[in-house]
């Protein structure tokens, strides 16, 4: 399912990409000659990255491992 989103003039828009109604998988955030990807990881997904740790870069290993994560 994809979602697109007008929040303001001065914040601009993003793409929203949900399995379901309350499953959010990315989002998109352009930004000037770039772009920003939040990517939703819940408890099954960091176990697989986990087990899949030497398939990805030393550095997004690291970056994932390194991020906040938020209780909900």
Request: hydrophobic share 40%; glycine share 4%.
């Amino acid at each position: 399912m994809r979602i697109f989103y007008f929040m303001a003039r001065i914040m601009g828009w993003a793409l929203q990409y949900k399995q379901n109604k309350s499953t959010t998988l990315f989002t998109l955030f352009p930004e000037r000659k770039s772009f920003t990807v939040l990517i939703v990881y819940g408890k099954k997904e960091l176990e697989h990255v986990e087990n899949s740790k030497n398939e990805l870069s030393a550095k997004m290993y690291e970056m994932i491992q390194n991020t906040k994560q938020l209780k909900g």
